[in-house]
């Protein structure tokens, strides 16, 4: 994995590994009308019985789904969901694991 659990701490500082992941999911994933780059971090994702890496942007839109979460699966098949990141993170079945670093100035966004 590219995600190590120094990733998490509050001290934590960007690694390259962690930029390339990015970077990658980024290009894989694609990017929606509706997706925002004020919040842009990585993070483990639980699915289909294991954790993923993901790449989590905001999602301009009302309601309470307010991030993409872009993983890929083993097979090469890329997928990008709505997600409520506070329900997620507080799930008592932890399903979500966040990066404590903002990754937005690090990543190539596209125009």
Do not use: W
Request: glycine content about 6%; proline content about 3%.
């Amino acid at each position: 994995m590219t995600i190590k659990e120094k990733d998490f701490k509050s001290f934590a500082q960007v690694r390259p590994e962690v930029v390339e992941l990015a970077d990658r999911l980024l290009e894989l994933g694609g990017v929606r009308d509706d997706e925002h780059f004020a919040f842009v971090r990585v993070g483990l994702i639980y699915r289909n019985q294991a954790f993923r890496e993901c790449l989590l942007t905001g999602r301009a839109v009302s309601g309470t789904k307010d991030t993409y979460a872009t993983y890929q699966m083993p097979n090469g098949k890329v997928y990008k969901v709505a997600v409520d990141i506070s329900k997620e993170q507080l799930a008592e079945d932890v399903t979500l694991c966040v990066a404590t670093y903002d990754i937005d100035e690090h990543i190539g966004i596209p125009c």
